[in-house]
Nanobody, 115 residues
């Protein structure tokens, strides 16, 4: 059974940092591209960052220079380091694993940036 479990969310003040983790099980982790998405209230889910099986990364423009995605294939973990957080970064953050014809999602972790 495939499971993706996110952790690390919470309440943080503007300018603060959080590190999200996603633990994968039931998949051959090294063969999946991994991504972080987020969904703000009343908005569509959007791609935040993506890391390929080879370690190449992409970010949405609004987080470039502030967020860093990384993966530990041996431990089946993917991380999202979020610095200089802004109120507009608030939302539920989801981990996604995908490869050709297969996509899996985690349940999400809430991130709230507020003073």
């Amino acid at each position: 059974q495939v499971r993706l479990v996110e952790s690390g969310g919470g309440l943080v003040q503007p300018g603060g940092s959080l590190r999200l983790s996603c633990a994968a099980s039931g998949v051959t982790f090294s063969t999946y591209d991994m991504s972080w998405y987020r969904q703000a209230p009343e908005k569509e889910r959007e791609l935040v960052a993506r890391i390929s099986t080879r370690g190449s990364t992409d970010y949405t423009d609004s987080v470039k220079g502030r967020f860093t995605i990384s993966r530990d294939s041996a431990k089946k973990l993917v991380f999202l380091q979020m610095n200089s957080l802004k109120p507009e970064d608030t939302g539920v953050y989801y981990c996604k694993a995908d490869r050709r014809f297969l996509t899996y999602w985690g349940q999400g972790t809430q991130v709230t940036v507020s003073s």
